[in-house]
């Protein structure tokens, strides 16, 4: 009976939250904090505001996630310029008018997933790595903006978008965090219930081994980089909505952000483990920590070097528990 009784407590002993937990507290002491340092930061509204912010990362993350499972050194630097341009077509086609919504995101969308498309056939195809590959096309979509809009851009979000982003619908809630829990639900279905996500796990974990196994690896990870995009795309259509109108850079600093938001969700950036429900919860400490810089006054200086401190310190926790990635 000894035995057991002193293994339990080791037990407790050598237990560490997982990625997802230890992002969890983060965002719960930095609202804390928050509240500490400025009375009313921790109120309804104030909370809800923030989570309405962090649903337009956390929608964009959706296929920043996909691409890094895949592994490879994956990555999908385009998602910000990509969604600038989702929201630039969806603006004009909407025009401010409700009956131009279906065309506008269908349109919206089959562009952003052209853009992925051509990601995924040039990083698969012509074996060009992920991170030069979407850094380049930045500037393809920066010349295909300056093309569409000459430089000036134009147009307004219908009325039922902004309603559905910036309304009430439940308990005071916009109708946005509802959509994000459901795009969620279905980024965690599709990873964790799907032969593509099964797919997808494999390619990141052991291209050769995944190919031996009969996975049909490049079509997976051209369906990655269309599914980043498309998403980028619908996250571009939703800031619209938050915005009404729409500007050249709109979603541009989301790029760098989507990708730390997968980082400290626990997503192991060489692929192949990892999961969205960590990427939501990272996109919620990162607004919350806007939030509270912002809250605090400080400069965009300080704001940059205080992010890169919160992912250098999560990182360093989860390499030195290895047992977080499982």
């Not at 979407?134 to 809009?149: E, F, H, N, R, S």
């Not at 974990?205 to 196994?213: C, D, G, I, V």
């Not at 541009?252 to 952000?257: N, V």
């Not at 006054?297 to 528990?321: F, K, M």
Request: hydrophobic share 55%.
């Amino acid at each position: 009976m000894s035995a057991p009784t002193v293994e339990a407590p080791r037990r407790v002993l050598a237990w560490r939250p997982g990625p997802v937990a230890l992002a969890g507290a983060i965002a719960v002491a930095l609202v804390i904090a928050g509240e500490l340092l400025s009375p009313g930061f921790a109120g309804y509204g104030q909370l809800v505001n923030l989570m309405r912010v962090a649903a337009f990362l956390g929608v964009i993350a959706i296929g920043q996630t996909i691409v890094i499972i895949a592994g490879g050194g994956g990555v999908d630097l385009s998602v910000g310029k990509v969604a600038t341009f989702a929201a630039i077509i969806g603006s004009r086609v909407m025009a401010g008018d409700d009956a131009g919504i279906v065309p506008a995101v269908a349109l919206a969308l089959l562009v952003s997933a052209g853009i992925g498309l051509v990601n995924g056939l040039c990083v698969t195809l012509l074996r060009i790595p992920p991170f030069v590959m979407t850094l380049g096309m930045i500037g393809v979509v920066q010349g295909l903006i300056l093309a569409y809009t000459g430089g000036q851009a134009s147009g307004r979000a219908a009325p039922a978008l902004t309603s559905l982003v910036n309304g009430r619908v439940v308990g005071d809630l916009p109708g946005l965090l509802f959509l994000w829990l459901l795009l969620g639900l279905l980024a965690v279905w599709l990873l964790r219930r799907t032969t593509f996500g099964w797919n997808l796990f494999a390619v990141g974990a052991n291209r050769t081994a995944a190919e031996l196994t009969g996975v049909r690896v490049n079509r997976t990870l051209i369906v990655a980089y269309v599914l980043s995009a498309t998403f980028a795309g619908l996250g571009g259509i939703l800031l619209l909505g938050y915005t009404e109108s729409v500007f050249l850079d709109l979603a541009d600093q989301y790029m760098l952000p989507s990708v730390a938001a997968v980082v400290i969700g626990g997503t192991l950036l060489a692929g192949g483990i990892g999961g969205y429900a960590g990427t939501a919860v990272g996109a919620i400490v990162l607004t919350v920590l806007q939030g509270l810089l912002t809250t605090l006054d400080i400069g965009g200086a300080g704001r940059t070097v205080v992010n890169g401190i919160v992912l250098l310190v999560l990182l360093s926790l989860y390499g030195r528990q290895r047992r977080l990635r499982s």
